[in-house]
């Protein structure tokens, strides 16, 4: 479940700074862990637990497979 005050925290903070969304999240720290590596953490623990499949859409709003790239989860 989203917990929507921490979404618009993030939100706020992400457009008063002028830094890919990658950097920031690399950058924000929840207790001794960045977003970035509790992202990561969560997709490889969706992987491991339930086999999910995660794709980035590569730049466009077409979901077409051309436009999609598998991501690869290093655990």
């Known amino acids: 479940m ?3 005050n ?5 939100k706020h903070e992400y457009i008063s700074n002028s830094v890919c969304m990658g950097d920031f999240m690399a950058d924000m720290n929840i207790g001794d862990y960045s977003l970035e590596d509790i992202f990561d953490t969560i997709l490889a623990l969706k992987v491991w637990a ?4 995660f794709y980035r859409l590569l730049g466009t709003n077409d979901f077409s497979l051309d436009n999609l790239e598998k991501i690869t989860i290093n655990k």
């Not at 921490?6 to 993030?10: I, M, N, S």
């Open 2 to 4: 989203i917990n929507h």
């Open 6 to 10: 921490l979404f618009e925290k993030v």
């Open 50 to 53: 339930d086999g999910d499949i």
